[in-house]
T-cell receptor
Framework: EPEVTQTPSHQVTQMGQEVILRCVPI?????FYWYRQILGQKVEFLVS????????KSEIFDDQFSVERPDGSNFTLKIRSTKLEDSAMYFC?????????????FGEGSRLTVL | GDSVTQMEGPVTLSEEAFLTINCTYT??????LFWYVQYPGEGLQLLLK?????DKGSNKGFEATYRKETTSFHLEKGSVQVSDSAVYFC???????????FGTGTRLQVTL
């Protein structure tokens, strides 16, 4: 069964360092997303991406964040200068070509720890 | 804005016990409602959904009914199994937007 894959599963970084989280969405999907969950808190929407551009982003997704689909298969989230409060589980998701119905397919998540 | 409130976990049950995980919501529009589940070591998976009032979503023995009058979408299962141990997330989406609004998740632990 097709699945969304994310790497790395866990990354530890120093505050101020750049981090890139990678995702391979399901191959025929057209919509891509990043969500995050700070420990003990809600899963929060960060950004959605369609047709090679951001379609929606949350207030969390400030200038420190960027997304890219560099090669038609990977979908990346970059954090330019990490802060302690960026420590969280980051989930990538994708959805199919039909009009969105809220049925997203999620990866296992990448846990980011900022020291 | 939209929000989802779930009961605090963890919920610990014996196998074959009845499960209820409460979920209530507030939404500016007319939402579609979802339950996602995350098994250990896996990503979130759609468990069931309901798109309009009084709809009942069901899957794998789990059910939830969209109650507009009480703005609720409680998850139930008549007889849980150890394999149901997971984190369960209630979520909503309004309009045609793809931005899901999630609750905090409720961890379910089922023991023999």
């Amino acid at each position: 069964e097709p699945e969304v894959t994310q790497t790395p599963s866990h990354q530890v970084t120093q505050m101020g360092q750049e981090v890139i989280l990678r995702c391979v969405p399901i191959s025929n999907h057209l919509y891509f997303y990043w969500y995050r969950q700070i420990l003990g808190q809600k899963v929060e929407f960060l950004v959605s991406f369609y047709n090679n551009e951001i379609s929606e982003k949350s207030e969390i997704f400030d200038d420190q964040f960027s997304v890219e689909r560099p090669d038609g298969s990977n979908f990346t989230l970059k954090i330019r200068s990490t802060k302690l409060e960026d420590s969280a589980m980051y989930f990538c998701a994708s959805s199919g070509p039909a009009t969105n119905t809220g049925e997203l397919f999620f990866g296992e998540g990448s846990r980011l720890t900022v020291l | 804005g939209d929000s989802v409130t779930q009961m605090e976990g963890p919920v610990t049950l014996s196998e074959e016990a009845f499960l209820t995980i409460n979920c209530t919501y507030t939404a500016t529009g007319y939402p579609s409602l979802f339950w996602y589940v995350q098994y250990p070591g896996e990503g979130l998976q759609l468990l069931l959904k309901a798109t309009k009032a009084d709809d009942k979503g069901s899957n794998k023995g789990f059910e939830a009914t969209y109650r507009k009058e009480t703005t609720s979408f409680h998850l139930e299962k008549g007889s849980v199994q150890v394999s149901d141990s997971a984190v369960y997330f209630c979520a909503l989406v309004t309009g045609t937007a793809s931005k899901l609004t999630f609750g905090t998740g409720t961890r379910l632990q089922v023991t023999l």
